[in-house]
């Protein structure tokens, strides 16, 4: 099994600032990667996939950059609705896997 | 629009069964592999199950192996999960998921209880 490790657990940020959020791979994925948004009491959404491509409706400060084992979420400018839990997966090999998550909370 | 709406949720005794199903709409069911994947409370995503668009092919994660079976009807545009030998570890949120890209469409998730 891909395990998925997403680091920091918790990362506190102002309003207007930039996160970037990372998420490693046990092994290499290829491109088959994505980042997930979830809200509490709400499903998650998906935000981008194939590493790097928005998904229909996604903002474009949202940005997803990396390769092979490494990935990066990167949000340019924090607006208050950004604030919320976010997962990455791994859609490579069965069985399909996800990290941990990160929240995003306000500063 | 194009939604999935899950249904079958409740509270089931250890040792129990269950069966959640998933109705779609808004979009070429057939042509989407669908997936069932779980939360636990507070606890981060488990996918479950996972079947072709055809329905000719099926995959579990281990924890689920031989307990569960996942099933679709495109003529109904419904996705099944039958889930047996349930026990307090299967407690959580169970999702209706569509992959085309990734995991593209998100139902809104059904409860699942296993307690006494």
């Known amino acids: 099994e891909i395990v998925m490790t997403q680091s920091p657990a918790t990362l506190s940020v102002s309003p207007g600032e930039r996160a970037t959020l990372s998420c490693r791979a046990s092994q290499s994925v290829g491109s088959n990667f994505a980042w997930y948004q979830q809200k509490p009491g709400q499903a998650p959404r998906l935000l981008i996939y194939a590493v790097s491509t928005r998904a229909t409706g996604i903002p474009v400060r949202f940005s997803g950059s990396g390769s092979g084992t490494e990935f990066t979420l990167t949000i340019s400018s924090l607006q208050s609705e950004d604030f919320a839990a976010y997962f990455c997966q791994q859609y490579d090999k069965w069985p399909l896997t996800f990290g941990g998550g990160t929240k995003v909370e306000i500063k | 629009e194009v939604q999935v709406s899950e249904s079958g949720g409740g509270l089931v005794q250890p040792g129990g069964s269950l069966r959640l199903s998933c109705g779609a709409s808004?979009?070429?069911?057939?042509?989407?592999?669908m997936n069932w994947v779980r939360q636990a409370p507070g606890k981060e995503l488990e996918w479950v199950s996972g079947?072709?668009?055809?329905?000719?092919?099926?995959a579990y994660a281990d924890s689920v192996k031989g307990r569960f079976t996942i099933s679709r009807d495109n003529s109904r545009n419904t996705l099944n999960l039958q889930m047996y030998s349930l026990s307090a570890e299967d407690t959580a949120v169970y999702y209706c998921?569509?992959?085309?890209?990734?995991?593209?469409?998100w139902g809104q998730g059904t409860m699942v209880t296993v307690s006494s």
């Open positions: 808004g979009f070429t069911f057939s042509t989407y592999s």
């Open positions: 079947i072709s668009g055809s329905g000719a092919d099926t």
């Open positions: 998921v569509g992959r085309r890209d990734a995991f593209d469409i």
